[in-house]
């Protein structure tokens, strides 16, 4: 059910929203899924789930939860390779991608919707902007988004808080020519370096990101550290090369 309290006649200048799809990645979260979608807007026109293969019950719940919600099989793994799905599968003209374990709250997405009708072209979550915070990063996931973060914004002049964060909103069109490989969770940081790579407008959006509702990351700290690494230098290597068939 949605709250009575969600923004019914969300407009700008009185003029009618864009269509919306809240993609939503699965991996077995029949014990959180159902809260996420009790909670999205009702101005959210398409909601999207991209399921990796769940073993569980995760479809059915949805599926209880929020009965015009669309589900899709991603092709492959990994949570870069369901972001490519639902990218093409989605029907609104802005997408927004949010995780299914409960840290993001959807009635946030407004902030998001906002930065875009104001002519932005990206709208990017911080959990490090003045006035919020994290409760779901140990001190050493804390360090290396640090790290990624600062490493990026020298190498590419951009002026990011925060480079691994999933809760995003963008123009479709607007990234129709970015393509990015990465099939994990390096993904979010390859389209953050190609979004500004790009020139598009991006303004940053403080939200508070909770404890997860249950069970544990599926991000490995070490092992996707390592590959977000990569991402970073490959995506370095890349922008000389193209600058010196320039």
């Given at each position: 059910?949605?709250?009575?309290?969600?923004?019914?006649?969300?407009?700008?200048?009185?003029?009618?929203l864009p269509s919306i799809t809240a993609i939503i990645c699965t991996l077995n979260e029949e014990q959180t899924v159902s809260h996420v979608l009790?909670?999205?807007?009702?101005?959210?026109?398409?909601?999207?789930?991209?399921?990796?293969?769940?073993?569980d019950n995760t479809v059915n719940v949805a599926k209880k939860a929020y009965p015009s919600v669309r589900i899709t099989t991603q092709p492959g793994?990994?949570?870069?390779?369901?972001?490519?799905?639902?990218?093409?599968?989605?029907?609104?003209?802005?997408?927004?991608t949010l995780d299914a374990d409960g840290s993001m709250d959807p009635p946030d997405i407004m902030k998001f919707v906002e930065s875009l009708t104001?002519?932005?072209?990206?709208?990017?979550?911080?959990?490090?902007?003045?006035?919020?915070?994290?409760?779901?990063?140990?001190?050493?996931?804390?360090?290396?988004?640090?790290?990624?973060?600062?490493?990026?914004?020298?190498?590419?002049?951009?002026?990011?808080?925060?480079?691994?964060?999933?809760?995003?909103?963008?123009?479709?069109?607007?990234?129709?020519?970015?393509?990015?490989?990465?099939?994990?969770?390096?993904?979010?940081?390859?389209?953050?370096?190609?979004?500004?790579?790009?020139?598009?407008?991006?303004?940053?959006?403080?939200?508070?990101?909770?404890?997860?509702?249950?069970?544990?990351?599926?991000?490995?700290?070490?092992?996707?550290?390592?590959?977000?690494?990569?991402?970073?230098?490959?995506?370095?290597?890349?922008?000389?090369?193209?600058?010196?068939?320039?």
């Open positions: 059910m949605k709250s009575p309290s969600d923004t019914q006649n969300f407009t700008r200048n009185q003029a009618p009790e909670k999205i807007p009702s101005f959210i026109t398409d909601v999207l789930i991209v399921d990796g293969h769940s073993i793994k990994g949570k870069g390779d369901a972001i490519r799905h639902g990218i093409r599968e989605a029907k609104g003209q802005i997408i927004v104001e002519g932005f072209d990206y709208a990017k979550g911080s959990r490090f902007l003045p006035g919020v915070r994290t409760d779901d990063m140990p001190r050493h996931r804390l360090f290396g988004n640090w790290v990624f973060t600062t490493l990026t914004n020298i190498l590419f002049g951009s002026k990011y808080t925060d480079i691994t964060y999933g809760f995003n909103a963008f123009w479709k069109e607007k990234i129709q020519n970015i393509k990015v490989r990465s099939d994990g969770f390096e993904e979010v940081v390859e389209w953050n370096i190609n979004v500004h790579r790009h020139g598009l407008k991006v303004k940053e959006v403080a939200v508070d990101e909770y404890e997860r509702l249950d069970g544990e990351a599926k991000l490995r700290s070490f092992h996707d550290g390592a590959r977000i690494l990569k991402t970073i230098l490959r995506e370095r290597i890349r922008r000389q090369s193209t600058n010196q068939k320039d």
